[in-house]
Protein backbone atom coordinates (compact mmCIF):
# COMPACT_ATOMS: atom_id res chain seq x y z
CA UNK A 1 0.00 0.00 0.00
CA UNK A 2 2.95 2.49 0.94
CA UNK A 3 6.10 1.55 -1.30
CA UNK A 4 8.96 3.99 -0.65
CA UNK A 5 12.33 3.81 -2.93
CA UNK A 6 15.91 5.80 -3.24
CA UNK A 7 13.86 8.72 -1.30
CA UNK A 8 15.99 11.85 -0.59
CA UNK A 9 15.45 14.97 0.50
CA UNK A 10 17.50 18.29 1.75
CA UNK A 11 16.61 21.84 2.68
CA UNK A 12 18.24 24.98 0.93
CA UNK A 13 17.82 28.10 3.26
CA UNK A 14 18.19 31.19 0.54
CA UNK A 15 18.15 33.61 3.27
CA UNK A 16 20.92 32.52 5.01
CA UNK A 17 23.76 32.18 2.29
CA UNK A 18 22.21 29.57 0.33
CA UNK A 19 23.05 26.81 2.87
CA UNK A 20 22.16 23.26 1.99
CA UNK A 21 21.08 20.69 4.68
CA UNK A 22 20.61 16.63 3.37
CA UNK A 23 17.96 15.50 5.66
CA UNK A 24 17.78 12.06 4.09
CA UNK A 25 19.05 10.22 1.71
CA UNK A 26 18.63 6.46 0.04
CA UNK A 27 15.25 5.74 2.00
CA UNK A 28 13.39 2.88 1.58
CA UNK A 29 9.71 1.75 2.83
CA UNK A 30 7.09 -0.70 1.82
CA UNK A 31 4.23 -1.56 4.40
CA UNK A 32 1.41 -4.04 3.17
CA UNK A 33 -2.07 -4.02 3.95
CA UNK A 34 -2.91 -4.36 7.69
CA UNK A 35 0.85 -3.91 8.48
CA UNK A 36 1.99 -1.44 11.19
CA UNK A 37 5.43 -0.46 10.77
CA UNK A 38 7.30 2.09 13.43
CA UNK A 39 9.36 4.54 12.32
CA UNK A 40 12.52 4.62 15.16
CA UNK A 41 15.62 6.59 15.40
CA UNK A 42 16.90 9.07 17.89
CA UNK A 43 15.08 13.24 18.00
CA UNK A 44 16.37 14.60 14.75
CA UNK A 45 17.29 11.45 12.45
CA UNK A 46 14.41 12.31 10.55
CA UNK A 47 10.92 10.46 11.13
CA UNK A 48 8.55 13.29 11.16
CA UNK A 49 10.25 14.30 7.76
CA UNK A 50 9.46 10.67 6.35
CA UNK A 51 5.98 10.76 7.79
CA UNK A 52 5.46 14.33 6.23
CA UNK A 53 6.95 13.33 2.90
CA UNK A 54 4.53 10.23 2.11
CA UNK A 55 1.45 13.01 3.45
CA UNK A 56 2.96 15.18 0.73
CA UNK A 57 3.73 18.16 3.10
CA UNK A 58 7.50 18.13 2.37
CA UNK A 59 8.39 17.77 -1.24
CA UNK A 60 11.17 15.09 -1.87
CA UNK A 61 13.96 16.20 -3.89
CA UNK A 62 14.29 12.42 -5.90
CA UNK A 63 12.92 9.19 -5.22
CA UNK A 64 9.30 7.26 -5.26
CA UNK A 65 6.64 7.75 -2.63
CA UNK A 66 3.68 5.30 -4.13
CA UNK A 67 0.63 5.53 -1.77
CA UNK A 68 -1.72 3.08 -3.68
CA UNK A 69 -1.72 4.10 -7.36
CA UNK A 70 0.03 7.59 -6.54
CA UNK A 71 3.13 8.98 -7.04
CA UNK A 72 2.92 11.90 -4.15
CA UNK A 73 6.41 12.48 -5.08
CA UNK A 74 5.30 13.76 -8.23
CA UNK A 75 1.41 14.07 -8.39
CA UNK A 76 -0.09 17.47 -8.89
CA UNK A 77 -1.51 19.17 -5.90
CA UNK A 78 -4.87 17.97 -6.68
CA UNK A 79 -4.25 14.46 -7.33
CA UNK A 80 -2.22 14.77 -3.54
CA UNK A 81 -6.01 16.65 -2.36
CA UNK A 82 -7.97 13.44 -3.76
CA UNK A 83 -5.31 10.65 -2.18
CA UNK A 84 -6.12 12.63 1.79
CA UNK A 85 -9.69 12.67 1.23
CA UNK A 86 -10.09 9.46 0.28
CA UNK A 87 -7.08 7.07 0.93
CA UNK A 88 -4.03 8.38 3.33
CA UNK A 89 -4.88 9.60 6.61
CA UNK A 90 -2.77 11.79 8.71
CA UNK A 91 -2.94 12.01 12.73
CA UNK A 92 -0.58 14.99 13.85
CA UNK A 93 0.68 15.91 17.25
CA UNK A 94 -1.49 18.83 17.05
CA UNK A 95 -4.68 19.79 16.35
CA UNK A 96 -5.23 22.46 13.56
CA UNK A 97 -8.98 23.88 13.14
CA UNK A 98 -10.81 26.73 12.39
CA UNK A 99 -11.48 28.66 16.05
CA UNK A 100 -15.63 28.33 16.90
CA UNK A 101 -15.80 25.15 15.39
CA UNK A 102 -17.67 22.28 17.49
CA UNK A 103 -15.46 19.40 18.49
CA UNK A 104 -18.22 17.05 16.70
CA UNK A 105 -18.22 19.34 13.49
CA UNK A 106 -14.51 19.34 12.94
CA UNK A 107 -14.30 15.83 13.75
CA UNK A 108 -17.22 14.67 11.28
CA UNK A 109 -15.41 16.94 8.94
CA UNK A 110 -13.67 14.57 6.87
CA UNK A 111 -16.81 12.52 5.95
CA UNK A 112 -18.65 15.70 5.12
CA UNK A 113 -15.78 16.30 2.53
CA UNK A 114 -16.29 12.73 1.18
CA UNK A 115 -20.19 13.36 1.15
CA UNK A 116 -21.39 11.19 3.78
CA UNK A 117 -24.86 12.52 4.89
CA UNK A 118 -24.21 14.85 7.47
CA UNK A 119 -26.57 12.46 10.13
CA UNK A 120 -24.59 9.92 9.64
CA UNK A 121 -21.28 11.67 9.81
CA UNK A 122 -22.30 13.19 13.24
CA UNK A 123 -22.88 9.72 14.14
CA UNK A 124 -19.91 8.40 13.89
CA UNK A 125 -18.13 11.07 15.17
CA UNK A 126 -20.18 11.38 18.52
CA UNK A 127 -19.22 7.25 18.50
CA UNK A 128 -15.64 8.31 18.31
CA UNK A 129 -15.69 11.15 20.96
CA UNK A 130 -17.62 8.36 23.21
CA UNK A 131 -15.20 5.79 22.91
CA UNK A 132 -12.32 8.36 22.99
CA UNK A 133 -13.98 9.28 26.87
CA UNK A 134 -14.64 13.41 25.38
CA UNK A 135 -17.71 14.22 28.27
CA UNK A 136 -21.07 15.16 25.97
CA UNK A 137 -21.18 18.08 27.20
CA UNK A 138 -18.08 19.20 24.99
CA UNK A 139 -19.08 18.49 21.54
CA UNK A 140 -20.62 21.34 20.81
CA UNK A 141 -17.71 23.53 21.86
CA UNK A 142 -14.87 24.72 20.01
CA UNK A 143 -11.40 22.18 20.73
CA UNK A 144 -9.53 25.35 20.72
CA UNK A 145 -9.75 25.50 24.41
CA UNK A 146 -9.51 21.87 25.53
CA UNK A 147 -6.52 20.75 27.37
CA UNK A 148 -3.59 19.14 25.31
CA UNK A 149 -4.63 15.74 26.06
CA UNK A 150 -8.29 16.37 25.25
CA UNK A 151 -7.10 18.26 21.71
CA UNK A 152 -4.85 15.32 20.83
CA UNK A 153 -8.08 12.59 21.40
CA UNK A 154 -9.99 14.57 19.16
CA UNK A 155 -7.15 14.75 16.74
CA UNK A 156 -7.25 11.11 16.67
CA UNK A 157 -11.17 11.25 16.73
CA UNK A 158 -10.68 13.16 13.23
CA UNK A 159 -8.02 10.75 11.41
CA UNK A 160 -10.00 7.83 12.26
CA UNK A 161 -13.22 8.85 11.10
CA UNK A 162 -13.29 7.84 8.01
CA UNK A 163 -11.70 4.30 7.02
CA UNK A 164 -8.66 5.53 5.20
CA UNK A 165 -6.66 2.58 3.47
CA UNK A 166 -3.51 4.16 4.64
CA UNK A 167 -2.75 5.77 7.73
CA UNK A 168 0.05 8.12 9.47
CA UNK A 169 0.59 8.40 13.42
CA UNK A 170 2.42 10.98 14.89
CA UNK A 171 3.00 9.47 18.42
CA UNK A 172 -0.82 9.15 18.56
CA UNK A 173 -0.69 8.09 22.29
CA UNK A 174 1.79 10.59 23.85
CA UNK A 175 0.08 12.49 26.39
CA UNK A 176 -2.71 10.14 27.20
CA UNK A 177 -3.90 8.68 30.01
CA UNK A 178 -3.97 4.61 30.28
CA UNK A 179 -7.69 4.61 29.60
CA UNK A 180 -7.47 6.53 26.54
CA UNK A 181 -4.57 4.80 25.60
CA UNK A 182 -5.98 1.76 25.37
CA UNK A 183 -8.82 2.93 23.22
CA UNK A 184 -5.96 4.20 20.56
CA UNK A 185 -4.28 1.23 20.63
CA UNK A 186 -7.21 -0.91 19.76
CA UNK A 187 -8.89 1.38 17.11
CA UNK A 188 -5.13 1.44 15.62
CA UNK A 189 -5.83 -2.63 15.69
CA UNK A 190 -9.20 -2.06 14.31
CA UNK A 191 -7.22 -0.46 11.42
CA UNK A 192 -5.49 -3.01 10.98
CA UNK A 193 -8.12 -5.73 10.70
CA UNK A 194 -9.13 -3.83 8.33
CA UNK A 195 -6.60 -3.81 6.32
CA UNK A 196 -5.03 -0.06 6.95
CA UNK A 197 -1.21 0.33 6.01
CA UNK A 198 0.03 1.94 8.95
CA UNK A 199 3.08 3.83 9.63
CA UNK A 200 3.65 5.70 12.85
CA UNK A 201 6.17 6.78 15.33
CA UNK A 202 5.59 5.76 18.82
CA UNK A 203 7.95 6.80 21.80
CA UNK A 204 6.03 4.68 23.94
CA UNK A 205 7.93 1.23 23.67
CA UNK A 206 5.23 -0.87 24.95
CA UNK A 207 2.69 0.53 22.58
CA UNK A 208 5.26 0.33 19.57
CA UNK A 209 5.54 -3.28 20.91
CA UNK A 210 1.72 -3.99 21.13
CA UNK A 211 0.70 -2.65 17.72
CA UNK A 212 3.39 -2.43 15.90
CA UNK A 213 4.63 -5.74 13.35
CA UNK A 214 7.76 -4.34 12.23
CA UNK A 215 10.45 -1.24 13.19
CA UNK A 216 12.44 0.73 10.65
CA UNK A 217 15.57 3.01 12.24
CA UNK A 218 15.30 6.12 10.19
CA UNK A 219 19.25 6.24 11.19
CA UNK A 220 20.04 4.24 8.25
CA UNK A 221 18.49 7.03 5.42
CA UNK A 222 20.44 9.93 7.84
CA UNK A 223 22.89 11.24 5.05
CA UNK A 224 26.41 11.55 6.68
CA UNK A 225 26.64 15.76 7.96
CA UNK A 226 30.00 16.92 7.23
CA UNK A 227 30.99 17.84 10.65
CA UNK B 1 -12.62 16.06 -16.23
CA UNK B 2 -12.44 19.87 -17.82
CA UNK B 3 -10.90 22.47 -15.73
CA UNK B 4 -13.25 24.86 -14.26
CA UNK B 5 -10.58 27.86 -15.57
CA UNK B 6 -7.37 27.54 -17.46
CA UNK B 7 -5.23 30.27 -17.51
CA UNK B 8 -2.79 30.81 -20.02
CA UNK B 9 0.27 33.01 -19.73
CA UNK B 10 -1.80 36.47 -18.48
CA UNK B 11 0.03 39.84 -18.20
CA UNK B 12 -1.08 43.35 -17.63
CA UNK B 13 1.09 46.21 -17.93
CA UNK B 14 0.81 50.00 -16.32
CA UNK B 15 2.65 51.65 -19.02
CA UNK B 16 5.81 49.87 -19.12
CA UNK B 17 5.36 48.84 -15.14
CA UNK B 18 4.65 45.11 -14.96
CA UNK B 19 1.13 44.26 -12.86
CA UNK B 20 1.27 40.47 -13.57
CA UNK B 21 3.16 38.66 -16.34
CA UNK B 22 3.14 34.72 -17.34
CA UNK B 23 1.03 33.87 -15.06
CA UNK B 24 -0.39 30.33 -15.65
CA UNK B 25 -2.81 27.45 -14.08
CA UNK B 26 -5.41 25.34 -14.25
CA UNK B 27 -7.98 25.53 -11.14
CA UNK B 28 -10.30 22.27 -11.04
CA UNK B 29 -13.79 21.88 -10.05
CA UNK B 30 -14.09 22.33 -5.70
CA UNK B 31 -10.57 23.70 -5.56
CA UNK B 32 -10.04 26.47 -3.45
CA UNK B 33 -6.98 28.35 -4.61
CA UNK B 34 -5.38 31.09 -2.88
CA UNK B 35 -3.18 33.75 -4.09
CA UNK B 36 -0.05 35.31 -1.33
CA UNK B 37 2.12 38.17 -1.63
CA UNK B 38 2.82 41.41 -0.32
CA UNK B 39 1.27 44.69 -1.13
CA UNK B 40 2.62 45.42 -5.00
CA UNK B 41 3.09 41.88 -5.85
CA UNK B 42 0.29 41.76 -8.19
CA UNK B 43 -1.90 39.34 -6.50
CA UNK B 44 -5.20 42.11 -6.95
CA UNK B 45 -3.51 42.88 -10.47
CA UNK B 46 -4.00 39.27 -11.28
CA UNK B 47 -7.72 39.04 -9.57
CA UNK B 48 -9.12 41.95 -11.35
CA UNK B 49 -7.96 40.21 -14.71
CA UNK B 50 -9.39 36.80 -14.05
CA UNK B 51 -12.52 38.23 -13.06
CA UNK B 52 -13.34 41.02 -15.78
CA UNK B 53 -12.57 43.86 -14.22
CA UNK B 54 -9.63 44.83 -16.08
CA UNK B 55 -8.28 44.12 -19.65
CA UNK B 56 -5.35 42.25 -19.50
CA UNK B 57 -3.09 42.75 -22.70
CA UNK B 58 -1.73 39.33 -23.27
CA UNK B 59 -3.19 35.85 -22.45
CA UNK B 60 -6.06 33.49 -21.99
CA UNK B 61 -8.62 32.95 -19.61
CA UNK B 62 -10.67 29.72 -20.68
CA UNK B 63 -14.10 29.39 -17.92
CA UNK B 64 -15.89 26.17 -18.82
CA UNK B 65 -19.40 27.70 -19.33
CA UNK B 66 -22.41 25.63 -18.41
CA UNK B 67 -24.04 26.39 -21.59
CA UNK B 68 -21.40 26.48 -24.05
CA UNK B 69 -18.32 24.53 -22.50
CA UNK B 70 -14.58 26.08 -22.17
CA UNK B 71 -14.93 29.71 -23.18
CA UNK B 72 -12.62 32.57 -23.79
CA UNK B 73 -13.53 35.09 -21.21
CA UNK B 74 -11.34 37.96 -22.60
CA UNK B 75 -12.65 37.75 -26.22
CA UNK B 76 -16.28 37.18 -25.16
CA UNK B 77 -18.86 39.42 -26.12
CA UNK B 78 -19.45 42.44 -23.40
CA UNK B 79 -23.43 41.21 -22.84
CA UNK B 80 -21.58 37.53 -23.09
CA UNK B 81 -19.36 38.35 -20.18
CA UNK B 82 -22.05 40.07 -18.49
CA UNK B 83 -24.23 37.72 -17.80
CA UNK B 84 -21.25 34.99 -17.04
CA UNK B 85 -20.61 37.09 -14.10
CA UNK B 86 -23.98 37.12 -13.03
CA UNK B 87 -24.75 33.55 -13.49
CA UNK B 88 -21.93 31.70 -13.30
CA UNK B 89 -19.20 33.76 -11.37
CA UNK B 90 -19.26 35.91 -8.04
CA UNK B 91 -17.14 38.84 -6.48
CA UNK B 92 -16.57 39.49 -2.91
CA UNK B 93 -14.89 42.87 -2.43
CA UNK B 94 -12.51 43.26 0.83
CA UNK B 95 -14.95 46.31 1.54
CA UNK B 96 -18.71 45.45 1.70
CA UNK B 97 -19.83 48.71 0.63
CA UNK B 98 -17.94 48.28 -2.94
CA UNK B 99 -19.98 44.77 -3.67
CA UNK B 100 -23.29 45.99 -1.77
CA UNK B 101 -25.76 49.07 -2.66
CA UNK B 102 -25.55 50.70 0.82
CA UNK B 103 -29.14 52.45 0.12
CA UNK B 104 -30.50 49.03 -0.56
CA UNK B 105 -32.39 46.60 2.42
CA UNK B 106 -30.97 43.69 2.74
CA UNK B 107 -33.59 41.52 1.32
CA UNK B 108 -32.82 44.04 -1.41
CA UNK B 109 -29.22 42.95 -1.75
CA UNK B 110 -29.90 39.32 -2.07
CA UNK B 111 -33.46 39.82 -4.16
CA UNK B 112 -31.44 41.98 -7.04
CA UNK B 113 -28.73 39.44 -8.08
CA UNK B 114 -32.24 36.71 -8.38
CA UNK B 115 -34.18 39.39 -10.13
CA UNK B 116 -31.08 40.11 -12.74
CA UNK B 117 -31.03 36.17 -13.50
CA UNK B 118 -34.69 36.12 -14.50
CA UNK B 119 -36.56 35.66 -11.47
CA UNK B 120 -39.87 37.66 -11.16
CA UNK B 121 -41.98 36.26 -8.89
CA UNK B 122 -41.80 38.50 -5.17
CA UNK B 123 -42.37 36.10 -2.61
CA UNK B 124 -40.10 33.63 -3.95
CA UNK B 125 -37.59 36.45 -4.13
CA UNK B 126 -38.22 37.31 -0.06
CA UNK B 127 -38.17 33.49 0.61
CA UNK B 128 -35.10 33.07 -0.59
CA UNK B 129 -33.70 35.90 0.46
CA UNK B 130 -35.04 34.73 3.87
CA UNK B 131 -33.25 31.82 3.54
CA UNK B 132 -29.75 33.67 2.39
CA UNK B 133 -29.54 35.76 5.26
CA UNK B 134 -30.25 32.55 7.68
CA UNK B 135 -27.10 30.74 6.24
CA UNK B 136 -24.82 33.58 6.55
CA UNK B 137 -26.42 33.81 9.72
CA UNK B 138 -28.58 37.03 9.53
CA UNK B 139 -31.85 36.76 11.65
CA UNK B 140 -34.81 37.31 9.59
CA UNK B 141 -36.07 40.55 11.32
CA UNK B 142 -32.87 42.54 9.79
CA UNK B 143 -34.50 41.76 6.27
CA UNK B 144 -35.52 45.52 5.86
CA UNK B 145 -32.88 46.76 7.14
CA UNK B 146 -30.01 48.17 5.08
CA UNK B 147 -26.35 47.60 5.42
CA UNK B 148 -25.42 50.64 6.35
CA UNK B 149 -27.16 49.65 10.09
CA UNK B 150 -25.26 46.78 9.77
CA UNK B 151 -21.26 46.12 11.73
CA UNK B 152 -18.42 45.57 9.53
CA UNK B 153 -18.52 41.26 9.54
CA UNK B 154 -21.89 41.36 8.80
CA UNK B 155 -21.91 43.25 5.87
CA UNK B 156 -19.33 41.01 4.81
CA UNK B 157 -21.68 37.87 5.11
CA UNK B 158 -24.63 40.11 3.75
CA UNK B 159 -22.16 40.40 0.31
CA UNK B 160 -21.57 36.58 0.28
CA UNK B 161 -25.43 36.05 0.71
CA UNK B 162 -25.92 38.53 -2.04
CA UNK B 163 -23.39 36.37 -4.61
CA UNK B 164 -23.73 32.89 -3.73
CA UNK B 165 -27.60 33.24 -4.04
CA UNK B 166 -28.08 32.54 -7.54
CA UNK B 167 -25.57 29.78 -7.13
CA UNK B 168 -22.31 30.63 -9.20
CA UNK B 169 -19.10 28.02 -9.84
CA UNK B 170 -16.53 30.34 -9.20
CA UNK B 171 -16.27 32.84 -6.41
CA UNK B 172 -13.42 35.34 -6.21
CA UNK B 173 -12.66 37.11 -3.01
CA UNK B 174 -10.42 40.07 -2.92
CA UNK B 175 -8.93 40.04 0.99
CA UNK B 176 -12.64 38.95 2.68
CA UNK B 177 -11.25 38.69 5.97
CA UNK B 178 -9.46 41.79 5.64
CA UNK B 179 -9.90 44.52 8.30
CA UNK B 180 -12.70 41.99 10.28
CA UNK B 181 -12.19 41.48 14.22
CA UNK B 182 -10.43 38.10 14.44
CA UNK B 183 -13.46 36.47 16.69
CA UNK B 184 -15.34 37.97 12.98
CA UNK B 185 -12.78 36.69 10.69
CA UNK B 186 -13.15 32.85 12.37
CA UNK B 187 -16.80 32.70 11.52
CA UNK B 188 -16.46 34.20 8.30
CA UNK B 189 -14.21 31.70 7.69
CA UNK B 190 -15.94 28.85 9.24
CA UNK B 191 -18.89 29.71 6.97
CA UNK B 192 -17.05 30.10 3.83
CA UNK B 193 -15.62 26.73 4.61
CA UNK B 194 -19.36 25.24 4.45
CA UNK B 195 -20.50 27.01 1.74
CA UNK B 196 -17.77 25.91 -0.26
CA UNK B 197 -18.08 22.46 0.63
CA UNK B 198 -22.09 22.25 0.41
CA UNK B 199 -22.16 24.05 -2.51
CA UNK B 200 -19.08 22.05 -4.46
CA UNK B 201 -17.58 26.00 -4.82
CA UNK B 202 -14.36 26.74 -6.76
CA UNK B 203 -12.88 29.60 -5.16
CA UNK B 204 -9.90 32.05 -5.93
CA UNK B 205 -8.73 34.01 -2.68
CA UNK B 206 -6.13 37.15 -2.65
CA UNK B 207 -4.93 37.67 1.03
CA UNK B 208 -1.65 38.22 3.11
CA UNK B 209 -3.27 36.27 5.37
CA UNK B 210 -1.17 33.13 5.55
CA UNK B 211 -3.34 31.55 8.62
CA UNK B 212 -6.21 32.40 6.68
CA UNK B 213 -4.85 30.68 3.47
CA UNK B 214 -3.91 27.25 5.92
CA UNK B 215 -7.40 26.70 6.58
CA UNK B 216 -9.25 28.27 3.87
CA UNK B 217 -7.21 27.16 0.53
CA UNK B 218 -6.17 23.84 -0.85
CA UNK B 219 -3.44 25.29 -2.86
CA UNK B 220 -1.52 28.49 -3.04
CA UNK B 221 0.53 30.46 -5.46
CA UNK B 222 2.86 33.23 -4.04
CA UNK B 223 3.62 36.24 -6.01
CA UNK B 224 6.28 38.80 -5.79
CA UNK B 225 7.04 41.58 -8.55
CA UNK B 226 3.52 40.79 -10.81
CA UNK B 227 5.55 36.82 -11.38
CA UNK B 228 4.10 33.69 -9.52
CA UNK B 229 7.48 32.45 -7.55
CA UNK B 230 6.10 29.13 -6.23
CA UNK B 231 2.73 27.38 -6.29
CA UNK B 232 1.75 23.83 -5.08
CA UNK B 233 -0.11 22.56 -2.14
CA UNK B 234 -0.89 25.24 0.89
CA UNK B 235 0.56 22.79 3.48
CA UNK B 236 3.64 22.08 1.38
CA UNK B 237 4.27 25.75 0.21
CA UNK B 238 3.83 26.64 4.11
CA UNK B 239 5.68 24.26 5.69
CA UNK B 240 8.59 23.36 2.89
CA UNK B 241 8.80 27.05 0.94
CA UNK B 242 11.05 26.00 -2.09
CA UNK B 243 11.94 30.13 -3.06
CA UNK B 244 13.73 32.26 -0.99
CA UNK B 245 10.91 35.31 -0.78
CA UNK B 246 8.27 32.31 0.35
CA UNK B 247 10.59 31.53 3.18
CA UNK B 248 10.96 34.77 3.37
CA UNK B 249 7.61 35.79 3.56
CA UNK B 250 6.77 32.47 5.88
CA UNK B 251 9.66 32.99 8.62
CA UNK B 252 8.36 36.80 9.06
CA UNK B 253 4.60 35.74 10.51
CA UNK B 254 4.42 36.33 14.04
CA UNK B 255 3.73 33.30 16.28
CA UNK B 256 1.09 33.74 18.64
Known sequence: MIEIDGLSKSFTLHNQGGAVIPVMAGAHLHVAPGDCVALTGSSGAGKSTLMRMIYGNYRANAGRILVGDTDVARAAPREIIQLRRHTLGYVSQFLRVVPRVPTRDVVAEPLLILGTPREAALARAEALLARLNIPERLWSLSPTTFSGGEQQRVNIARGFAHDFPALLLDEPTASLDATNRKVVLTLIEEAKARGAAIVGIFHDEAARARVCDREVDVTAFTPARAA | MTPLLNVRDLAKFYGSRRGCEGVSFDLWPGEVMGIVGESGSGKSTLLSCLAGHLAPDRGEVIFDTQLHGPRDTLTMSEPER?????????????????????????????????????????????????????????????????PQAFSG?????LQIARNLVTGPRLVFMDEPTGGL????????????????????????????????????????????????????????????????????????????
Not at chain 2, 94 to 117: C, F, I, W
Not at chain 2, 153 to 157: I, K, P, T
Not at chain 2, 209 to 222: E, I, K, N, S, T
Not at chain 2, 230 to 256: A, F, I, R
Open chain 2, 82 to 146: RMLMRTDWAFVHQHARDGLRMGVSAGGNVGERLMAVGARHYGQIRDQAIDWLGRVEIAADRIDDK
Open chain 2, 181 to 256: DVSVQARLLDLLRGLVREMGLSAIIVTHDLAVVRLLADRLMVMKDGRVVEEGLTDQVLDDPQHGYTQLLVSSVLQV
Open chain 2, 153 to 157: GMQQR
